[in-house]
């Protein structure tokens, strides 16, 4: 089996799914921008070979890298990122090379476009926020009579929270449309609830091999624009409302041979239209693995080894590794450089010694929302999670 994959040294922990990929027999081509002697030894060792590229933006230099893999080891079986930025190039790729392990072309669109998404929601059986183009002041004044305030506007096509707004009266709306950026963007009614997830792993019938759910306290959008501080913790077990939700979600997109990250609201109040308190709504799907050192955290919580399992899924269709160890909380507390804390992170982690799983710094490309010192614990209560947070992001008195 021939997998190309792109970018495999970004996010810098991608190497494990080459190495379970190699150790699987599988031969894995990486295709990427960084010079071969600055690939960590360990991503060298898995590939069969490296194509250097100029820059990945080029789809013509990708293109051709593919074109001489395939001269020189015969059909490409799998051309895959794992990588929100890349995957419709990569489904662009697959199209192409005529590659039918993953989505092509012309069926990317429903799981890049948040206004695409809500049909298939509907189809799941899961509500989500109403929404509206973005075309002008006049058009959305008409949508906040519908909906009220605050509102949020986002890009139809964008990663995570990436220029995404919360407009709370017509001052900011006036502001936004008076810089409003040249891309599609969409206008959503204000959810109040925390971000929970169903991420996990699906075979070529969209069966799912494994799962797990994380909750941010926090919005991510919040994390972004305000500055924040980042955390959120995976679950010890998945909450049935939220397997139900994220089940009928795959199956209506149709997901299929991939890594998934299905973020839901669980709302925090009773919203007209949406539901009660407590219950889920849709927010969007991601064909992915959820950012950052998620993966990790999800290996540390459920005793498992999500790299192994998707490099099963892709060589077998199948999940031959089982993990019966214990399910615990795994916790991220991501700390940003210019507030002054009063433990250092090396204090923090001596701190923590028991509980700690990886203490480590964020890459730049991601500390926006994330933060820059990175401290991972596991804790068996909700209550341990929370004493690990107040003290993770406790700061010294500044008066």
């Known amino acids: ?85 890349w995957l419709e190039q990569d489904a662009r790729l697959r199209t192409d090379f005529n ?33 509206a183009p973005v075309t002008g002041l006049e058009e959305a004044m008409d949508f906040i009579g519908q909906v009220g305030w605050p509102v949020v506007v986002k ?25 409003r950026p040249e891309a599609p963007y969409l206008m959503e009614e204000f959810v109040p609830g925390m971000v929970t997830t169903y991420d996990g792993i699906c075979d070529s019938r969209g069966q799912v091999l494994f799962a797990a759910s994380h909750i941010s306290p926090t919005s991510i959008m919040d994390m972004v624009n305000e500055h924040q501080p980042c955390s959120y913790y995976v679950d010890k077990s998945i909450p049935p409302e939220v397997e139900k939700a994220g089940r009928a979600t795959l199956k209506a997109f149709g997901a299929f041979s991939r890594f998934f990250h299905l973020e839901f609201f669980r709302l925090t109040a009773d919203k007209a239209g949406l539901g ?25 919580s459920q005793s498992a080894d999500v790299y192994q399992l998707w490099a099963d899924m892709v060589a077998f269709d199948e999940a031959r ?5 214990p399910h615990s909380y795994c916790v991220y507390a991501g700390r940003r450089d210019e507030c002054d804390y009063v433990l250092t992170l090396p204090e923090l982690e001596d701190k923590y010694r028991p509980h700690a799983k990886l203490f480590t710094r964020m890459p730049d490309a991601l500390s ?23 003290t993770a992001f406790a700061e010294k008195d500044k008066s």
């Not at 998404?117 to 989500?128: F, H, S």
């Open 99 to 131: 590659v039918t392990t993953g989505l092509k072309a012309d069926q990317i669109g429903k799981f890049k476009s948040k206004t695409a998404m809500k049909a298939y929601y509907e189809q799941a059986g899961v509500p989500a926020a109403r929404c």
């Open 155 to 179: 890009p139809d096509n964008g990663v995570g929270a990436a220029a995404t707004y919360k407009l709370k009266n017509e001052q900011d709306a006036a502001a936004f449309f008076a810089s």
């Open 368 to 390: 926006g929302a994330m933060g820059n010192q990175v401290a991972i614990c596991c804790f068996d209560t909700r209550d341990e999670v929370d004493a690990f947070l107040r």
């Open 1 to 85: 089996m021939n997998f190309v994959f792109i970018s495999p040294n970004f996010p810098e922990a991608y190497w494990h799914f080459c190495a379970c990929l190699a150790g699987n027999g599988v031969t894995v081509l990486g295709i990427g921008d960084s010079p071969y002697d600055q690939l960590r030894p360990e991503l060298r060792d898995a590939l069969t070979e490296y194509y250097r590229v100029d820059t990945l933006e080029d789809y013509g230099q990708v293109f051709r890298a593919v074109a001489y893999f395939s001269y020189r080891y015969g059909k490409i079986d799998w051309i895959e990122s794992n990588n929100e930025y």
């Open 276 to 300: 009660k308190a407590g219950d889920i709504v849709a927010l969007e799907v991601n064909m992915r693995p959820a950012g950052g050192f998620t993966p990790d955290m999800l290996n540390f």
């Open 321 to 325: 590794h089982t993990y019966d160890g």
